[in-house]
């Protein structure tokens, strides 16, 4: 497969190209297609999605000087969560290099967003691997970092799950539960279902990478579904 053109948008070219082949190599791809030689992206994503945050925190931490350390937790989730990283990969066109089984290739719903988002995290990390810590900082600041103005103007960073504690006593008098649903995916890559209600009636559901992001995600369908923002 030839990388050239999401090089070019990407804006950086590889030393080692068989490291951004890697970054597209789901293991459903590796599981069928045992004799390919090839390795999945699992490590990649992991050391990319530590080297995004880290980025992001120095990012944020130096423009946001008067942000409080819980407003800027929230921005930087609202900026490496699953939405924006593979809003950010759909951008680039990674789609059209993914490597992927033959059902997986299928699925164009929520699971490809999810393997979109951890398919940039380990752009970040071959990069990283790549050409050092500078070319991926110089990736995350000209491809990420330009969407804080959008998600502070909708408000997406605020902490959903204050606010809708805030509005749910004031208008019900009563506290939110979050349960979980559902737990899915492998060990090194869980996705957490969660809902919220208050009193008898379900307000929504919300799906993270962690239970911190699932319940955040279930408190904003729960205060767009009622109007509270």
């Known amino acids: 497969m030839d990388f050239s053109k999401f090089e070019e948008r990407a804006g950086i070219t590889f030393k080692d190209k068989s490291l951004l082949k890697q970054a597209f190599t789901h293991r459903s791809y590796i599981n069928e297609n045992r004799g390919s030689a090839l390795e999945h992206n699992e490590r990649l994503e992991f050391l990319g999605d530590a080297v995004l945050e880290l ?6 931490y130096g423009r946001l000087k008067d942000s409080t350390e819980g407003e800027l937790t929230s921005l930087r989730s609202a900026l490496v969560n699953a939405d924006t990283c ?7 066109g990674a789609n059209d290099f993914l490597l992927l089984s033959r ?3 299928k699925d164009t719903g929520r699971a490809r967003q999810y393997i979109l988002a951890n398919t940039l995290e380990a752009i970040i990390g071959a990069i990283y691997l790549d050409q050092g810590l500078d070319a991926a900082k110089n990736f995350i600041l000209t491809h990420i970092t330009p969407l804080i103005e959008e998600i502070l103007k909708g408000g997406d960073w605020i902490d959903a799950k204050s606010l809708f504690q805030e509005k749910a006593q004031e208008y019900t008098g009563l506290t939110p539960i979050y349960k979980t649903i559902r737990e899915s995916g492998p060990d090194h890559d869980k996705r957490f279902t969660i809902s919220v209600s208050v009193g008898e009636e379900s307000y929504g559901e919300g799906e993270g990478k962690s239970k911190q992001d699932a319940e955040q995600e279930a408190a904003r369908v ?7 923002r």
């Open 55 to 60: 980025v992001i925190t120095d990012y944020l």
């Open 86 to 92: 593979s809003l950010v990969a759909q951008t680039l």
């Open 103 to 105: 059902g997986e290739s």
């Open 222 to 228: 729960a205060l767009d579904s009622k109007g509270w």
